[in-house]
């Protein structure tokens, strides 16, 4: 089946950097990644749709500025959270619209858990 | 009112046991549902995938969709342990290829 392959699935950080994270479709070609936000114990939040070749939509109350997303290949889409701050610790997942599985539907990735201290 | 409600639980039945989840919507123009299961710290993955109204079956899982009510179900038979986690409903309409998820149920089976 279509799989995401999201890394890494988590890494701590200091207050101020920057942390990249990446989605890669392994089997398929994924023109639309979507990226959420989960915070514990609570549903998943999209914070933009990322197309292949094109800038980011984001979601109402989502800073593009600091949310930098890249989806410069069929393949590979990437989050990078700039300046992280404490209150960015959160569980991202990335997500692709597949059609090339029985089911039509979408894939997440593994999910990555970033803390920033 | 938000556009998908899901009672979060937490739900606890024991092992064997028929289990009911569900979600209503207030959205019309969702068209394809979906249930996920998510594992603590693991992203979600597509349990059933249902268009428009109907029942779909899928071993030991069921997926209802009552548009008429705006309702949509899940059920598991022969529950077993290893279904313990959050399950998510999520929709969305003709050429709109956004989510909206419901807040997940978390299960837990007692064995």
């Known amino acids: 089946g279509a799989v995401v392959s999201q890394h890494p699935s988590w890494v701590i950080c200091k207050s101020g950097t920057s942390v990249k994270i990446e989605c890669r479709s392994l089997?398929?070609?994924?023109?639309?990644m979507f990226w959420y936000r989960q915070f514990p114990k609570q549903s998943l939040m999209l914070m933009a749709t990322?197309?292949?070749?094109?800038?980011?939509?984001?979601e109402q109350g989502v800073e593009k500025d600091k949310f930098l997303i890249n989806h410069a290949s069929l393949t590979l889409s990437t989050l990078t959270v700039t300046s992280a701050h404490p209150e960015d610790s959160s569980f991202y997942i990335c997500?692709?619209?597949?059609?090339?599985?029985?089911?039509?539907?979408?894939?997440f990735g593994s999910g990555t858990r970033l803390t920033v201290v | 009112q938000k556009e998908v409600e899901q009672d979060p639980g937490p739900l606890s039945v024991p092992e064997g046991a028929i289990v009911s989840l569900n979600c209503t919507y207030s959205?019309?123009?969702?068209?394809?549902f979906m249930w996920y299961r998510q594992y603590s710290r693991k992203g979600p993955e597509l349990l059933m995938y249902?268009?428009?109204?109907g029942n779909k079956e899928d071993g030991r899982f069921t997926a209802q969709v009552d548009k008429s009510s705006k309702y949509i179900s899940l059920f598991i038979r022969d529950s077993q342990p290893s279904d313990s986690a959050t399950y998510l409903c999520?929709?969305?309409?003709?050429?709109?290829?956004?989510?909206?998820f419901g807040t997940g149920t978390r299960l837990t089976i007692i064995p």
């Open positions: 999520a929709m969305s309409g003709f050429g709109n290829e956004k989510l909206t």
């Open positions: 089997d398929f070609q994924a023109t639309t």
């Open positions: 997500s692709a619209r597949v059609r090339v599985t029985r089911e039509y539907g979408y894939t």
């Open positions: 249902t268009y428009s109204s």
């Open positions: 990322s197309n292949e070749g094109s800038k980011a939509t984001y």
């Open positions: 959205n019309s123009a969702f068209q394809y």
